[in-house]
Nanobody, 119 residues
Framework: QVQPVESGGGSVQAGGSLRLSCVAS????????MSWYRQAPGKEREFVSG???????NYTDSVKGRFTISRDNAKITMYLQMNDLKSEDTAMYLC?????????????WGQGTQVTVSS
C-alpha cells in the first residue's frame, strides 16, 4: 500500500499563508476520499478539513474562513490553502486517503508535512 504524499509545509510568521498539497495513489476498483488532519505536540490528532459525500467541503471551526480545501478533477490531488495563519495552527499536517473498493474499505495516512507559525 502506497501512502499519500504531502508537501508544502514550512515556517511562516503569523498572518502568513501556506499551500499544502497531497497526492494519493489510485487502485483498480476503488474510489478515494481525502481529508486533512493535524497533530500538535502533546495533542490529539484532529480533523481539519475534508469533503462530504456530495462534494461540499467541511472544516473544523477554528479554521473556517481562513483555510480552503480543494482537489483536482481526478480527485487524487488535494490542496489546503491556509491564510491568516496563527501560532495555534502550528502542527504536523497529515493527509488521509479513504478508499472504498469493490472488495472492502481501507484508509491510508501520509507521513505529514510540518507547519510552524511564529508570532
Amino acid at each position: 500500500q502506497v501512502q499519500p504524499v504531502e508537501s508544502g509545509g514550512g515556517s511562516v510568521q503569523a498572518g502568513g499563508s501556506l499551500r499544502l498539497s497531497c497526492v494519493a495513489s489510485t487502485y483498480p476498483y476503488c474510489s478515494v476520499d481525502m481529508s486533512w488532519y493535524r497533530q500538535a505536540p502533546g495533542k490529539e490528532r484532529e480533523f481539519v478539513s475534508g469533503f462530504n459525500s456530495d462534494g461540499s467541503t467541511n472544516y473544523t471551526d477554528s479554521v473556517k474562513g481562513r483555510f480552503t480545501i480543494s482537489r483536482d478533477n481526478a480527485k487524487i490531488t488535494m490542496y489546503l490553502q491556509m491564510n491568516d495563519l496563527k501560532s495555534e495552527d502550528t502542527a504536523m499536517y497529515l493527509c488521509k486517503a479513504d478508499y472504498t473498493c469493490t472488495y472492502g474499505i481501507r484508509a491510508s495516512w501520509g507521513q505529514g508535512t510540518q507547519v510552524t507559525v511564529s508570532s
